[in-house]
């Protein structure tokens, strides 16, 4: 039955294809993993080869030589396997990488024995040739060494198969499919091994080791081919993932959540379930999602060390005009923004008083006045000059003259509603802009900063001096013109209020004076 003319055709035909899965991993010799794949198959086709040869030999001596040189495959093929598995996995810890080379030197010692006539008693008591049922066959009587030579081997594979099955409970869901296929394609000949025994006795047919050994290619090709593993390796795109600082999420065609790296993890939940709550319960990112279009969005997140900023793009997947699904990149900018807020702030700012300078107070001021919802409603610009600046300075020193200036502006805060525009717009100058704001209130405001600055005192070296302002006041509807004009009619009616004294408020254009 064992020579049978379909089990030689089987035999023949597993030995082709074993020979072609070896023609198609050569032109991806280069990608990680290959090599070891490859040395894999050679042992396999050797060692098939040659018990198909020792079954179709009819002498003792041709089935002995046969049965020899099929050990070659045999004893080094669990050390390829092993080398595969850990190359695989990347396992580069220093015992796998012992481990790894003193498997092929075991491997070669076993064989080494197995063909040297003075030691060849090591390994085996006996080899007869005897009559079998389904015709002459050869009968090992294997020493204790060679039992445990033979158990080592089936150890090798077994802890390769454990260290894949880790390998494969710690992947990332989307990795998972192709590990599952390297391993079923490992652990069909090892199963098929121990197998083939009974199967034989019930149906009487003798499977021939090629076959299991194909069928465990097929499997490991069609994960090479359906997910290209041998290109990039499972473990180094987890490891990659997971080792940058940007969060990366993917989702699905219908925006549920399948996977996420550890930087996603960390910021908005402990695992995948977590990650997809947190988008569906934020419209912004939910929506970007399911638009099924790029976008770019900031979202910021409270946290306990205070709220988080982050910048999110969603790139969206397809592949023939069909939406796969897409791809969040989050990256915290938290300290970026609070570093671009700083140099904004410092743009903006008057280092002195922490009010707007006047290039910013211009901006503010023209951008609230270009509102086309703000045409026709009143508004008011205040310019105001601090009196004899100039002799404060030079009796008291600069050191005084800038507590005037800070305490001047405390006064101009308190007097001022908060969404009015503040600015310092030269040594001694500022402006207010009011909006919603008729004349009457306007002259109450300008009332309010004399007053104020009537109530507080400065002290130069022992004297004590009060500080007192001129206002130049325009109230009017805001008009196309914008900014310019109010800042021309409000610095006329200060030079009117500077000429005709101190501590007074002039309104433009009546030159209504209120002191």
């Known amino acids: 039955m064992a020579l049978s003319y379909a089990y030689i055709s089987i035999s023949v035909l597993a030995l082709a294809f074993l020979g072609f899965a070896f023609s198609v991993t050569i032109p991806r010799w280069q990608n990680r993993g290959s090599k070891q794949l490859a040395l894999m198959m050679v042992l396999m086709f050797i060692a098939s080869f040659c018990i198909l040869l020792e079954l179709i030999a009819k002498t003792y001596s041709g089935k002995l030589f046969w049965r020899n040189l099929s050990q070659i495959g045999l004893f080094i ?179 549920a959540v399948v996977e996420c790296n550890a930087a996603a993890r960390k910021e908005f939940g402990d695992d995948v379930k977590s990650v997809h709550n947190f988008i569906t319960s934020t419209i912004q990112w939910q929506n970007a999602i399911s638009t099924c279009q790029d976008h770019e969005l900031d979202l910021s997140v409270p946290a306990a060390s205070g709220d988080k900023t982050f910048r999110i793009r969603v790139h969206h997947l397809t592949r023939k005009h069909n939406t796969l699904g897409a791809v969040s990149l989050v990256q915290d900018i938290t300290q970026e923004k609070a570093f671009r807020e700083n140099l904004m702030h410092r743009a903006e700012k008057d280092g002195m008083t922490q009010i707007l300078n006047r290039n910013a107070f211009e901006e503010k001021a023209q951008e609230l006045l270009n ?34 200036l800070k305490g001047i502006v405390g006064i101009l805060r308190t007097s001022c509603r908060e969404q009015d525009v503040l600015g310092r717009v030269g040594g001694d100058e500022f402006a207010i802009l009011v909006l919603d704001c008729d004349a009457f209130h306007s002259i109450n405001i300008a009332q309010r900063i004399h007053k104020g600055l009537a109530t507080i005192e400065f002290k130069g070296g022992d004297q004590l001096f009060h500080v007192s302002v001129s206002i130049g006041l325009v109230n009017q509807a805001v008009q196309v013109e914008g900014f310019k004009e109010l800042y021309d009619k409000a610095d006329q009616a200060l030079l009117q209020a500077k000429a005709t004294g101190k501590s007074r408020t002039v309104l433009f254009p009546s030159g209504l004076q209120h002191v």
Request: charged residues 20%.
């Open 77 to 255: 093929l669990p050390a390829s396997s092993f080398n595969f598995i850990m190359t695989y996995t990347e396992e580069d810890r220093r015992l796998f990488t012992y481990w790894r080379k003193i498997n092929f030197i075991y491997a070669l010692v076993c064989i080494i024995l197995i063909f040297t006539n003075d030691l060849h008693h090591i390994m085996r008591i006996s080899v007869e040739l005897v009559q079998k049922a389904d015709g002459p066959g050869l009968a090992v009587r294997q020493t204790l060494v060679g039992k445990i030579a033979v158990a080592l081997n089936t150890l090798m594979n077994v802890i390769a198969l454990v260290r894949l099955w880790v390998f494969m409970r710690n992947a990332s869901r989307g990795s998972r499919s192709q590990i599952i296929l390297v391993f079923i394609g490992f652990l069909i000949p090892i199963v098929s091994t121990y197998l083939s025994s009974a199967f034989q006795r019930v149906s009487g047919f003798n499977v021939p080791a090629s076959v299991s050994f194909l069928i465990g290619i097929c499997f490991i090709l069609f994960g090479m081919y359906r997910y290209d593993f041998l290109a990039t390796s499972p473990i180094a795109r987890d490891w990659a993932l997971d080792e940058m600082d940007i969060g990366i999420i993917f989702t699905d065609s219908k925006g």
């Open 371 to 404: 509102v086309p919802e703000r045409l026709g409603r009143s508004c008011s610009l205040f310019m105001l000059d601090i009196d004899d600046f100039k002799h404060i300075n030079d009796t008291f020193g600069h050191m005084v003259g800038d507590e005037v």
